[in-house]
């Protein structure tokens, strides 16, 4: 099969389109066929070697397919399912395995390029806002990127759960969406602790998801409420260097976190229950899912150039 390798570390010139040999599911997992593959931040994090993986990999986690054999003891699907992963093993492919647990059956009504799209940023919006911090009506939640992949998704299930959402974004353009998703303030990158205080008639935001990281990280700690939260899940910008801890006393005793997906999929019934009402939303037109761009899997170079130049919105996706 083809997939995308990369056997050292470096910039988008690393990814190489290439010839593989076929995977065989062993006991437990399935093997997809895959109809798209869904382009996160991680893989540039993993390319660049800000996080340490082996080389020579096949990169990617997220797909979205059709299942075409089953390796020992798999019941919970059959061969012919059109199934979605977030945590699929080397999806960069045309072929992939993930295991029978790690996958969600996909809606008939759901098309297969949303299905490729969804899981990873769903799942990611889902756990921040039930999990990290529960958010409930009323509540005043700061994010960013509002126009990108997960800030789509995040504003739109803040706003179900009855939020004000506060976000930014950096063109007119990317506004203009931010806005679409339901946002109630979109705001461009300058003195957002001020705005922030000015909308919450001096309060500050309950809570902070921040995935830019290096450089809207001390706005961040400065638009909270006295005892918020902070939710630091990624560094679009850059990675956050290391705090003083008693920054967070002197900001109003704040509470932090810094989560990551897979601790947030421990098992396939936190699988199913995000992945089935992250498509249940969508079957239901509760949630719109805005493919931004959709490459062959050979160009997927160009997808990791576009999505590091901060020009993109919403979700990239490679197709076989
Ligand atoms: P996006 O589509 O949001 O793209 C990143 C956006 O960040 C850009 O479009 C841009 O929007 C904004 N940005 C601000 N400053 C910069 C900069 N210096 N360089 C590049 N972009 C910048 O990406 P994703 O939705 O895929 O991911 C968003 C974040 O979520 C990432 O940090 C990612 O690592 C994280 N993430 C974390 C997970 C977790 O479990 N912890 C899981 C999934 C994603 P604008 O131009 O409007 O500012």
Redo the contacts with the bound molecule.
Sequence with gaps: MKAISVSQAGGPEVLQYTDVADPTPGPGQVLIETFGTGV???ET?ERSGVYNISYPAILGTEGAGRVVALGEGVTNVQVGDRVATAQGISTYAELFLAEAGRVVVVPDNVSDTVAAALP??GM?AHYLTNSTFPVKAGDVALT????????LLLTQILKLKGATVIT????PE?RELAKGAGADYVLE?DDIPGKVREITNGRGADVVYD???K?TFDGSLASLRTRGMLVL??????QVPPVNLQRFNAAGSLFFSR???KDYLLDAEEVSWRGNELFSLVAQGKLDVRVGGSYPLSDAKKAHQD??S?G???KLVLVP
């Design positions: 996160n931040f991680i994090y990873l940023q990611t960013y990127a509002g126009a990108g992949g997960v800030g930014t974004a950096s063109t990317k990158y995935g830019v990281g450089d899940f990624g560094g679009a910008s850059g989560p990551t997906l999505l590091e901060r993109t919105t919403g």
